[in-house]
């Protein structure tokens, strides 16, 4: 069963793995917003390689299957780490506007550190996101589900294609919803402005105005759905 895999010890050095308790994780010390969306159209996180039939393709991952004890087929991947990218500027851009903080009086792009935590030039200034959000595995699509587009570099002169200017990237056209799970420490000390322009941004990801992941200015990437905060509906869309 799982559970033999959760008993086991995390650490390779047997007398390193008997120094420390392993802990089950506290859900009690922090906010969860849920997220459950529905793709518009198409949508695609880059995996940064082509195949035999387009240049871009979407990210996919295997995983461990605990039950089977094995390696499971490749699954879609939304990674956590390109929608906190996403979430974390447009919570500066909802701080900014909540301030009435525009480039005309001193708006600046400082990311809200915190909730996202903050890199300095000076290491000691330095400080942790107090964020969490989960990586998203869906069924790896089949054929049907997925969406090749074809682009091609106009000759400004000529008003043809460009030689050798053909690209493609493969989308995923699924309209499977699924559920983003975010969390934040409770026990920080956040300015009430920072938070609601965090959950703004959240709110943007639900109605369509916030896109999630790659050749979103080609349209892709938007979802609509609910935020639930600590299992109560905050929005619908």
Same mark, same amino acid.
């Given at each position: ?17 008997? %120094? ?8 009690? +010390?922090? *906010? =969860? ?6 793709? &518009?159209? $198409? ?90 959000? %989960? ?8 054929? +049907?589900? *997925? =969406? ?6 106009? &000759?400004? $002169? ?80």
């Amino acid at each position: 069963s799982s559970q033999k895999y959760i008993d086991f010890s995390s650490s390779l050095n047997e007398k390193l793995s008997l %120094s420390y308790e392993i802990k089950n994780f506290d859900d009690e +010390k922090y *906010i =969860k917003y849920e997220l459950n969306l529905t793709p &518009d159209d $198409f949508y695609m996180f880059g995996s940064g390689f082509g195949d035999d039939e387009a240049d871009m393709t979407p990210v996919v991952e295997k995983i461990i299957n605990y039950e089977k004890q094995d390696l499971i087929e490749e699954k879609v991947l939304i990674p956590a780490s390109s929608v906190k990218g996403a979430i974390s500027h447009r919570t500066t851009y909802h701080y900014n506007l909540l301030n009435n903080r525009f480039i005309e009086n001193g708006g600046n792009s400082d990311i809200v550190e915190s909730i996202f935590g903050a890199k300095k030039d000076n290491d000691k200034d330095n400080s942790k996101g107090n964020i969490l959000i %989960s990586d998203v595995y869906l069924d790896k699509t089949s054929l +049907k589900d *997925i =969406k090749v587009f074809d682009h091609v570099s106009i &000759d400004r $002169f000529t008003g043809g294609a460009i030689d050798s200017a053909l690209f493609q990237e493969k989308t995923i056209s699924s309209k499977e919803n699924f559920i983003l799970e975010i969390l934040i420490r409770k026990d920080k000390v956040y300015d009430d402005i920072a938070l609601e322009a965090f959950e703004n941004a959240l709110k943007d990801i639900t109605t369509g105005m916030l896109s999630l992941g790659g050749a979103t200015t080609k349209g892709h990437g938007v979802f609509t759905g609910i935020v639930l905060k600590d299992g109560v509906q905050k929005w619908k869309h």
